[in-house]
C-alpha cells in the first residue's frame, strides 16, 4: 500500500495499524503463513511485488452465505492516528491479490463532517459523498480523515477456476480517526458462480478503450507516413545530389583515359606550348559555356572541395576508440535485448500473456541481457580490430603488440564494465533511498547476490567470448584491407569557414527531434504503463513503433554524415552516434513534462525512482539510436566511397 500518486512509494500492508483476523495465518502465529513470505522470482522482487499473506481465509465457493471476517484494533495512539491521517490525506490505497488478480481498495478519505455531508441527502455512495466535499471545500472548512471500516470481497467462479475478483468499500462505515478510538474492522468474502471463461479473466484489467484508441492507431499511421517521406526525401536528395557529385568528379577522368594526373604530366613535358591549348591570348583560362575554367585547370577546380576530397581520412581511426567500440558493443546488446523481449512478448498466446505473470517482463529482460551479453563482445571486438590498423600505434610494428594488447584489454573491460556501472551506480542510490524509507521497493541482499551470480558467470563469460570472436574475425573478406580507400599517415585539416548546414552540431538536433516525433505518442502510452496503474499490452504496436524509430534514425544520420562529409569534415563516427543518440535529449525533456502535467507525484521517494529511471531509459535510448545510427552512416560512407575511383 501507499500513495495513489506515487506508484513507486509502497509500503507493506500492516505497515497502517490494521488489526489481523483471528486465523491461523495470525501474524502473532508463528507458524502461520502471515509469517513465511510468497516465494518470488528475481522479477517479482525488482517489480516490487512483495506479496504476504493478508491473515484472512478463504473456503473455495463457501455455500453458507458468505463469511465474515473480524476484528478490533487497540485504541490508537497519537502516532497510530497521525499514520491513519496521513494514509487519508495522502491518498493511500492498498492492492491484494486473490488467486493472482489484483484487487485495490482506498484506506480513508478526508471529509467534512460524516453526518452534515450525508445531511446534504447526497445519498451514501461514495461519488455523492465527493460531491459533498466539493460543495463543502468552496464553501470552505476543514477536512478531516476518515477510515473504511467495511470491506466486501466477492470472488467469482467458473466450475473450479477463480475468474473475477471485486472489493468494494462501504462508505457508510466510514468512520473518523481519533486518538484513543478502537476501530473494528470487517470482511465480508461472498462468491459467485460465472460463465465467464478462465482464459479472458484478465481481460477486464486490459484498458482497450485507452490503448486501442483511434490517436493510437493514428499516431502509427503518422509515424509510418514520416518513414515513407523520409524515404523519399532520403532518395531524392542524395541519390540525385550524388549522382551530380559522380559526374562532377568523373570530370577529372576523360573520355580517352588521361585523367587529371596525366594532363600534368603532359603540361610539364610538352612546355607552354599546351598550355595555351585551354587559355587565351593573356594566360587566362578559357571558359566554358556555364561561366567555369575547361581542360584541366577547369577539373581541378571542380575537386576543390566535397567529399571525395577526405578520401584518404575518412577511414581513419576516431578518438577514443576502445570507448566508442564498447559503446557500439552495449548499443548492439541494447538492440538484440529490446527485439528479444518485444517479440516474447508478442509471443504471449503461445507461452502465456506477459501482463499476467507479475515480473515477467522483469525475468525475460535479464534472460535476454545475459546471454545477448556475447553480442556485446562481438561487436565491439570486431570494430576496434576493424580501425585498430589506422592507428599510430597499429602502423608501427612494434608498438602493434605492445599496445594492441593494452587497447583491446581496455575494450574488452569497457564493454564488460560500461552499462553495469551506470545501472549500479543508479539503481544503489534508488535501493539506499527504498532502505531508509523501508518500502517494499528495496532489493534485498540475497536478490542483489544472485544478479551479480548472474553476471559473473554468464553475462562475463559470453562477453569475453564475443570479444575474442570479434577478435579474429574475417573482415576484409578477400581483401586484406577492410577499408575502400587507404588512410593517409598525415592526417588533414577540417576547414573552418563552412556553411552552418556543414556544422554537425546545428544538424544533430534536428535528427533527435525527427525520430523522437515518430515515438512520442507511443512513449506517452508506455510512461502511462510505468507510472499510472496500466497494464501495457499492445506489444505489436510497440514492435511497428521499434522498426519506424530504426528507420528514421538511420535515414536522419545519414543526411547528417552527408552533409559533414560534404564540408570535408571526415570525424564522422561520433557525428553518427550523437546523431542517433540525442533522441534521448528529448526522451528525458519528454519525461519532465510528463512528470509536471501528467502526474500528481511527489516526495523525495517517488521523484527519485521516478528521474532515476527515466535516466537510465533515456541512456538506453541514446545508446541504442546511436548505434543504429553508425552503423547505416558506416554502411553509406562505405558505399559511395566504393562507387568513385581515387588517384
Known amino acids: 500500500m501507499g500513495p495513489y500518486a ?22 502473532s502465529n508463528e507458524n502461520g503463513a502471515f509469517n513465511a513470505l ?16 493478508s491473515g484472512h481465509d478463504l473456503l473455495f465457493a463457501d455455500d453458507k452465505g ?36 489484483p ?62 475478483v471485486d472489493l468494494t468499500s462501504d462508505p457508510s462505515s466510514l468512520k473518523e480517526v481519533k486518538k484513543g478510538m478502537a476501530l473494528t474492522f470487517e470482511l465480508d468474502i461472498q462468491w459467485a458462480k460465472t460463465n465467464t471463461p478462465f482464459h479472458s479473466r484478465f481481460d477486464r484489467y486490459l484498458d ?53 594526373e596525366m594532363a ?44 571525395k576530397q577526405v578520401h584518404g581520412d575518412v577511414f581513419r581511426a576516431p578518438k577514443f576508440l576502445p570507448l566508442l567500440a564498447a559503446i557500439l558493443g552495449t548499443g548492439w546488446q541494447l538492440v538484440t535485448l529490446v527485439m528479444g523481449v518485444v517479440l516474447f512478448a508478442v509471443a504471449g498466446p503461445l507461452h502465456g500473456e506477459v501482463h499476467e505473470e507479475r515480473g515477467e517482463v522483469l525475468h525475460a529482460i535479464l534472460v535476454f541481457y545475459s546471454l545477448s551479453s556475447i553480442v556485446a563482445g562481438y561487436a565491439s571486438g570486431s570494430y576496434f580490430k576493424l ?34 556501472t551506470i545501472l549500479v551506480s543508479i539503481l544503489s542510490v534508488l535501493n539506499f533511498i527504498a532502505l531508509c524509507y523501508q518500502t517494499i521497493y528495496y532489493i534485498p541482499f540475497l536478490v542483489l547476490l544472485k544478479l551479480f551470480f548472474l553476471w559473473v558467470f554468464v553475462s562475463v563469460p559470453l562477453c569475453i567470448l564475443g570479444t575474442l570472436l570479434g577478435r579474429h574475425a574475417k573482415l576484409g573478406g578477400k581483401k586484406s584491407d577492410p577499408f575502400p580507400c587507404r588512410v593517409n599517415a598525415i592526417p588533414r585539416p577540417i576547414p573552418d569557414d563552412i556553411q552552418w548546414y556543414g556544422v554537425p552540431a546545428n544538424l544533430i538536433p534536428f535528427a533527435g527531434l525527427l525520430s523522437f516525433g515518430s ?45 559533414s562529409l560534404n564540408s570535408e569534415n571526415y570525424l564522422w563516427q561520433w557525428t553518427a552516434f550523437y546523431s542517433g543518440s540525442s533522441t534521448a535529449l528529448y526522451v528525458f525533456l519528454y519525461s519532465i513534462y510528463y512528470f509536471v502535467f501528467k502526474t500528481s507525484m511527489n516526495g523525495l521517494v517517488q521523484t527519485s525512482f521516478y528521474f532515476g529511471y527515466m535516466l537510465l531509459i533515456s541512456l538506453g535510448v541514446g545508446t541504442l539510436c546511436g548505434t543504429l545510427g553508425h552503423w547505416s552512416a558506416n554502411k553509406f560512407v562505405r558505399t559511395i566511397f566504393q562507387n568513385v575511383k581515387v588517384d
Open 519 to 563: 515515438i512520442f505518442i507511443e512513449l506517452y502510452y508506455i510512461l502511462t504503463s510505468l507510472w499510472n496503474y496500466k497494464f501495457y499490452h499492445v506489444y505489436g504496436f510497440l514492435l511497428g513503433v521499434y522498426a519506424i524509430l530504426c528507420l528514421v534514425v538511420c535515414m536522419t544520420t545519414v543526411i547528417v554524415v552527408y552533409f
Open 264 to 307: 600534368e604530366q603532359h603540361n610539364d613535358h610538352h612546355g607552354s606550348d599546351d598550355e595555351d591549348e585551354d587559355v587565351d591570348e593573356n594566360g587566362k583560362p578559357l571558359l566554358d559555356e556555364g561561366g567555369r575554367p575547361s581542360g584541366p585547370a577547369g577539373r581541378m577546380g571542380v575537386e576543390d572541395s566535397g567529399w
Open 38 to 53: 510468497k516465494a518470488h522470482s528475481i522479477g517479482e522482487r525488482l517489480g516490487g511485488h512483495a506479496l504476504r499473506h
Open 208 to 260: 482497450h478503450a485507452f490503448f486501442k484508441h483511434q490517436i493510437h492507431w493514428f499516431s502509427i499511421f503518422n509515424s509510418f507516413m514520416m518513414v515513407l517521406f523520409l524515404m523519399g526525401l532520403v532518395a531524392l536528395i542524395l541519390l540525385r545530389t550524388l549522382r551530380k557529385d559522380y559526374a562532377r568528379y568523373a570530370l577529372n577522368h576523360g573520355p580517352g583515359g588521361r585523367d587529371l
Open 66 to 101: 458468505g463469511v465474515l471476517e473480524t476484528c478490533t484494533t487497540e485504541k490508537l495512539t497519537d502516532e497510530q492516528t497521525a499514520l491513519f491521517a496521513k494514509a487519508a490525506n495522502d491518498q493511500w490505497f492498498y492492492q491484494m491479490y486473490v488467486d493472482d488478480l
Open 6 to 27: 506515487n506508484p513507486q512509494e509502497a509500503y507493506e500492508y500492516y505497515t497502517l495499524p490494521y488489526c489481523a483476523p483471528d486465523t491461523k495465518h495470525h501474524p
Open 387 to 420: 580501425y585498430f590498423a589506422t592507428t599510430p600505434a597499429g602502423r608501427s610494428k612494434g608498438g602493434a603488440a605492445a599496445g594492441g594488447t593494452t587497447q583491446w584489454q581496455l575494450t574488452m573491460g569497457l564493454t564488460v564494465l560500461l552499462l553495469p
Open 103 to 164: 484487487v485495490w481498495g482506498m484506506v480513508g478519505e478526508m471529509l467534512p463532517d460524516l453526518d452534515a455531508a450525508k445531511s446534504e441527502k447526497f445519498g451514501s455512495d461514495l461519488s455523492h459523498l465527493e460531491e459533498a466535499v466539493a460543495k463543502h471545500a468552496r464553501e470552505g472548512g476543514a477536512l478531516t480523515p476518515y477510515v473504511y471500516t467495511k470491506r466486501t470481497l466477492v470472488v467469482s467462479y467458473n466450475d473450479d477456476r477463480v475468474v473475477k
